[in-house]
């Protein structure tokens, strides 16, 4: 196909500008995106192993609810969570802090019944996996403005040139993608190699990124948008509210959970409620949000779909699930959000989109490399080419090594601290900025292969740690559940090893691109 | 960029980003407000606010996307510029009022 020349060099100048100012944002939401396909399963495989205090099968969950009601009947209607499936204590309400928002301090009172006695336990909210979501939404941009945070303000930017970056990139390859989409030239020297693969994984995976492209601005930027939206819409609202009840509930008078639970399943046939969040029940707007899950369906949120009803008259305030004929618009956008958390497709799912962030990540950092070396050859002694290149090699593999570093101190630290969450922060920023200075100090050379090294040895750490720990207590062995966090560390573990290997092995004459050792070596 | 020099005509990806940034997203938001009111359903179909903003993004980004392929950055501003006037005065006139 044809393009004319200068609308060619047009988007040539679009896709690299847009690509070297959003990519290394990018290269860690998309990492990071990749991490949180299994979020719970990382916090759990860091979380000391536990004896399990009861059985979700057996437990008998309206004698614990009454008993708290009993005891603490102002917690509780505040508001409470049960969770359905745990073998640790299933009730909990918060003494500090609240559900919503990235608070580190939340402390937690959890509830369970010994021998028709309540037990009760206060213990820091452990917020591992919202961290990594936290990271992922954010790339690390600390500050808050409004109600979210200033970073993913900062994604939704970088989301949108990313989206430029794509269209760009499918434009420049028009006239030549019918003859090379499947060439990976190695022979004509690593540049073109990486070229070649940056295509294939772009072309190849384009439906994907276009959709997380455009869902990141949606989700960044939804207020301002329905605020705009709103001036067309003249004194339409754009949404009816349900009419508060006009006298408050009380506690005392909540519906057996029993039934509450069957209101849930006979909403929708397949779907089993896993957990439960009560809220403002002495109030006139009592809501109870079940987690249903529905392992055959495609679900509309991060890991499950939602039902909220008023626990009281058991009437239903909000669903995500689909709806009938009549609501085509809920339905779609529903699934757009299940296209985004990669949601449809249950385990096998997230492992593609485990895969495809991490391909994304490699498309963000092959992206950055080819522009390095294009200007390199054309003129090696720029300034801003050396710090692109070491702010390339320090935040990519600074940001890698920060999380694996904040996971290993999660392995040993909880065993030790009451609340971790800060230690995490600090840990994740004090690792990430000192790889960043260890690679403008050492250039780019040093720092990805010591960087690769240490990647290594500390994710190869992680399994260890694990193994240190369940063979000092055999008793609670049987209880662990974290070898495939394991499994995969050891994985990636021997993949750093091995590029690192490369990295040294490569003649010089190989070193264009993928070895930094030229940029040194031109100096 | 340096090859700019030796071409016949010079890249103008300045005046047609600001083009496609600014009034790409007016044509979204005129485009989606036409489809909320007058597309299937009416402004009163259930959920189809949810549709209506998701879209917004997705339209204001293609737009602006392809809006290196005008000519010229005049050409961008012109076209697109007069689009949405005549589709921004059309929902006044229709609506009488934003």
């Not at chain 1, 070649?196 to 207020?223: E, K, Q, R, W, Y």
């Not at chain 1, 190869?460 to 055999?474: F, K, M, R, T, Y």
């Not at chain 1, 559940?481 to 290997?501: E, H, P, Q, T």
Request: aromatic letters at 14%; a neutral charge.
């Amino acid at each position: 196909m044809r393009v004319r020349p200068d609308i060619l060099r047009t988007y040539q100048g679009v896709h690299t500008w847009t690509g070297i100012i959003a990519g290394l944002v990018l290269f860690i939401g998309f990492y990071a995106g990749s991490l949180t396909m299994f979020k719970y399963e990382i916090q759990q495989w860091a979380e000391p192993i536990s004896v399990p205090v009861t059985d979700p099968k057996s437990t008998n969950y309206q004698a614990l609810i009454d008993k708290a009601i009993e005891q603490y009947p102002a917690q509780m209607a505040a508001g409470f969570e049960l969770d359905l499936l745990t073998s640790d204590a299933p009730l909990s309400w918060y003494t500090q802090g609240q559900a919503r928002g990235m608070e580190l301090d939340n402390q937690l009172q959890t509830a369970h019944l010994h021998e028709q006695q309540l037990v009760l336990n206060e213990q820091a909210e452990h917020k591992l996996a919202d961290l990594i979501d936290y990271l992922h939404r954010t790339a690390g941009f600390i500050g808050e403005i409004g109600h979210d945070q200033s970073g993913v303000y900062i994604l939704g930017i970088a989301a949108g040139l990313y989206f430029l970056a794509l269209v760009s990139g499918v434009i420049i390859l028009l006239p030549t993608l019918v003859k090379t989409f499947f060439a990976l030239r190695k022979e004509k020297g690593p540049s073109r190699f990486w070229l070649d693969s940056h295509n294939l994984v772009g072309i190849a995976s384009l439906p994907f990124h276009l959709i997380i492209a455009f869902t990141v601005v949606v989700f960044a930027f939804h207020d301002l948008i329905y605020g705009g939206l709103a001036q067309f819409y003249g004194d339409k609202p754009l949404f009816e509210r349900t009419p508060p009840a006009a006298q408050a509930y009380n506690i005392s008078e909540l519906t057996p959970i029993d039934t509450q639970i069957l209101a849930a399943k006979r909403y929708a046939p397949g779907y089993e409620p896993i957990h439960v969040s009560y809220n403002a029940l002495s109030s006139t707007s009592p809501s109870a949000l079940f987690k249903m899950s529905n392992k055959n369906a495609v679900s509309r949120g991060p890991d499950t779909d939602y039902l909220a009803i008023n626990p009281y008259s058991l009437e239903v305030l909000y669903t995500s699930y689909p709806q009938g004929e009549d609501s085509f618009w809920g339905n779609f956008t529903a699934s757009l959000f299940s296209l985004h958390f990669g949601t449809y497709g249950g385990d096998w799912g997230r492992w593609a989109y485990f895969i495809m962030g991490l391909f994304g990540a490699f498309l963000f950092y092959s992206g950055n490399l080819l522009w390095l070396d294009k200007r390199m050859k054309k003129d090696a002694h720029k300034t801003s080419t050396h710090v692109m290149a070491k702010l390339t090699i320090g935040v990519c593999l600074g940001s890698i090594l920060a999380v694996v570093a904040v996971l290993l101190l999660a392995k040993w630290a909880n065993l030790l601290i009451g609340n971790i969450n800060h230690h995490y922060m600090l840990c994740y920023y004090l690792i990430f900025f000192i790889s960043l200075a260890y690679s403008f100090k050492q250039g780019t050379n040093k720092a990805s292969y010591n960087g690769l090294i240490t990647l290594s040895i500390l994710t190869a750490c992680l399994p260890i740690s694990s193994a240190i720990q369940g063979l000092s207590d055999l008793a609670l062995l049987p209880y662990y559940n974290g070898y495939s966090v394991d499994f995969i560390a050891l994985i990636f573990s021997a993949g750093f090893f091995f590029i690192a290997k490369r990295l040294k092995q490569k003649s010089v004459k190989d070193k264009i691109i993928l070895d930094h050792k030229t940029i040194e070596f031109v100096r | 960029m340096t090859d700019v020099k030796n071409s016949r005509k010079e890249p103008t990806w300045l005046g047609k980003s600001l083009a496609g940034a600014l009034l790409g997203l007016l044509l979204a938001f005129i485009l989606m407000a036409f489809f909320a009111w007058y597309g299937p359903g009416g402004i009163d179909a259930r959920d189809k606010v949810q549709f209506n903003m998701w879209m917004i993004p997705l339209l204001w980004l293609s737009i602006f996307s392809l809006t290196y392929l005008f000519n010229s950055s005049k050409q961008a501003w012109l076209i697109l510029g007069g689009l949405n006037m005549v589709l921004y005065s059309l929902f006044y006139i229709l609506r009488g009022g934003l």
